[in-house]
């Protein structure tokens, strides 16, 4: 019963490809999000959605494009895969403006770009 | 948010308590403290936050200068398990929970 889980855990490709990283989050919450952790290992809002609405989009390319179907998933589709990619993608998830909630992480997906 | 200043790494004894201090020197009002924590790559994990007044819970005790320019984060009985990047993050409560992530202090628990 994970309270956060993102699909795959490991992800090689190929540059050019198009690839999927899922999230589902099983904590009732409204707020989800997508985190890029670099090889320098800091760690990068991405996107954020509430209630299937996108509201953070932290200068990302777009070949990024995150698709939120429900307030329970968030997935991130990567199109043509560039080297740079290449990270450690966290989802996370989060109650909207409440003061005494934290933001509940999954366990991460390594992207590798060759 | 206010940016937050912390030491790159501390090494602590396993069973000591462990105290990692954090400057936020720019830290208005309405911000809170938070730390996380995130062990060898694994997703973040939250540990605990304040305004003004000290916290505890079951992982770990803060601390808040009156001034609330800096900040301590005790582990009370480190074990090495605790070995970690430990990240304090000040920010509004509002809508999304946006964290912004420094550099974090490295922790490791010596046996």
């Known amino acids: 019963d994970t309270a956060v889980s993102q699909t795959p855990k490991y992800l090689v490709t190929q540059m050019g490809n198009d690839k999927s990283i899922k999230c589902e989050q099983n904590?009732?919450?409204?707020?989800m999000y997508w985190y890029k952790q670099d090889s320098k290992k800091f760690l990068k809002i991405m996107f954020s959605?509430?209630?299937?609405?996108?509201?953070i989009n932290e200068t990302v390319p777009n070949r990024f494009s995150p698709k939120s179907p429900d307030k329970a998933h968030l997935n991130l589709h990567i199109n043509s895969l560039e080297l740079g990619d290449s990270a450690v993608y966290f989802c996370a998830s989060s109650h909207w403006g409440q003061v005494n909630t934290e933001a509940f992480f999954g366990q991460g997906t390594r992207l590798t770009v060759v | 948010d206010a940016k937050t200043t912390q030491p790159p790494s501390m090494d602590c004894a396993e069973g000591r308590a462990a105290n990692l201090p954090c400057n936020h020197s720019?830290?208005?009002?309405?911000?809170?403290v938070y730390w996380y924590r995130q062990i060898h790559s694994q997703g973040p994990q939250y540990i605990i936050h304040?305004?003004?007044n000290n916290e505890t819970n079951e992982m770990a005790s803060l601390i808040i200068t009156e001034d609330r320019k800096s900040s301590t984060l005790i582990l009370p009985h480190a074990t090495l398990r605790d070995t970690a990047v430990y990240y304090c993050i000040v920010r509004v409560i509002q809508g999304a929970q946006k964290l912004v992530f420094g550099q974090g202090t490295r922790l490791t628990i010596n046996p």
């Open positions: 720019t830290i208005s009002g309405n911000e809170y």
């Open positions: 904590l009732g919450h409204d707020t």
């Open positions: 959605y509430n209630n299937k609405e996108l509201i």
């Open positions: 304040g305004l003004k």
